[in-house]
């Protein structure tokens, strides 16, 4: 049986992301998949990094649960809105605070490499836009999926990392919506 998390990035309640996620969650739990959930939106933790990479920040029990749940899957599944061409602070403010180094990954002492610590499991990364996606992709470059399937996901050990990519969001019909749900559906059912 395959451990799923899927964390929700979005943060605010009763949006399309939320259906993403119902979907996924659902499709997933039919084919036997354990899921476990995690909502960004409900944890408590400071998103400022104030400590940086050179102190001791505290972590606090929402954030050590999550680290926990992210030890324990062998597939994530991130859901969140482009904002600004990447996501959400809340999203960034999450990864700054809990993938840590002696966690996700650690630096060899006097050389360049590092530990992937988070090996051995696989991402899907499903982000919602007003921006058409080929607009995101050839002109802007897709910046929020290289950060965070190169620069954060896969520097950590996740391989491999998949996309999808839904939108614009902003001039969708409800029959668009459908099939996007649909989509993810399939991925659940895929555990993908």
């Not at 309640?13 to 959930?37: H, K, M, P, Q």
């Not at 909502?39 to 606090?60: A, I, K, P, T, V």
Request: with cysteine; hydrophobic share 40%.
């Amino acid at each position: 049986m395959k451990n799923i998390l899927v964390i929700l990035g979005h943060p605010v309640a009763d949006t399309f992301s939320n259906s993403l996620l119902e979907a996924y969650t659902d499709a997933a739990e039919s084919t036997g998949a354990r899921v476990e959930i995690i909502r960004l939106r409900d944890l408590r933790f400071d998103l400022n990094f104030s400590s940086g990479y050179r102190g001791h920040q505290e972590l606090e029990p929402d954030l050590k649960m999550a680290q926990e749940s992210i030890r324990e899957a062998d597939h994530l599944v991130l859901i969140y809105p482009n904002w600004w061409s990447t996501f959400p602070a809340l999203m960034k403010g999450f990864i700054d605070r809990t993938l840590l180094p002696g966690f996700a990954f650690k630096y060899n002492k006097g050389v360049l490499n590092w530990e992937k610590r988070l090996k051995g499991r696989s991402a899907r990364v499903i982000v919602t836009m007003d921006t058409p996606p080929w607009y995101y992709r050839w002109v802007l470059r897709s910046p929020g999926h290289h950060a965070m399937g190169k620069g954060i996901l896969g520097f950590c050990g996740f391989h491999p990392v998949r996309f999808t990519t839904i939108g614009p969001l902003k001039v969708s019909s409800e029959e668009r919506r459908r099939r996007w749900i649909e989509k993810v559906r399939r991925l659940g059912q895929r555990q993908i």
